[in-house]
């Protein structure tokens, strides 16, 4: 296992107000890991978390006792020797982010302290030696309308782009205990099993009697397509750096 040294460093720096990371996790061909962070090849291990309190562990005046519980799951993983946790963040879209009564995104979260509570997190995860991989939304499971109106509604899922996904990507750029941004949990929980004419949208051939599409959701493949390269596309233009995967 790598231990990142200099990743405390890096978040002592991009805590004081004057001063940015200039280090962050990247994607290396060079690397005999795959990954790097400053000159040191770095090997990912560590732990899929992946909630304490689903759905709602930031954001709507966080808890303190929450923020400590979150704290001690990260000293867990540093202390055993691993450098990585992967945290869901939305979820199902329950409780954050804000929704008006119409399903349009107004906001991170109802009472404005997500962002903070994030950069709190990953600052404490930063000073354990410890990257945190941010899951947006899980698609193994999907019970909440204003969620999935975000995959049918182009127009609610700009609102979620433009008043929660992107204030938050591009507060959290300079903060070095951010490892990546996933953007879904188990895509294929969600699919719809149907022939397409384009083969990029025909789950039929490739996934009939796969066991894809158990939440019954029923999403098309196209709509699954397209809120995954939304997304990824306004973290990389609110952070030209960040890792995104799915």
Known sequence: ???VLGLAAASTSSASSSAASTSFLSVSSSSTTGFTFGSDDVFLSGANQPWIEYGSDFGNSQVNGLKCSLQDYI?????????SIRMWLFVEGATIPAFDSSGMVTATDADGTLIDDL?????????????????????????EDSMMAL???????????ENALTPMAKALAN????????????????????ADDEPCFDTK?????????????????????????RQAAAIHAADPKALVTI
């Open 1 to 3: 296992l790598v231990t």
């Open 75 to 83: 000293r867990n993983v540093s202390d055993s020797g691993g450098n």
């Open 119 to 143: 950069r709190a997190y990953l600052q404490y995860a930063a000073s354990q030696n410890v990257f945190i991989h941010l899951m947006l939304w899980n698609g193994a499971l999907m019970r």
């Open 151 to 161: 995959l049918s509604d182009t127009d609610k899922l700009q609102s979620f782009i």
């Open 175 to 194: 903060e070095p205990g951010l490892g990546s941004w996933e953007i879904m949990n188990e895509p294929e929980g969600s699919v719809l099993i149907a």
């Open 205 to 229: 051939t490739t996934l009939e009697n796969s066991g894809a599409g158990w939440s019954g959701a029923g999403i098309p493949m196209e709509q699954l397509l397209r809120f995954h390269n």
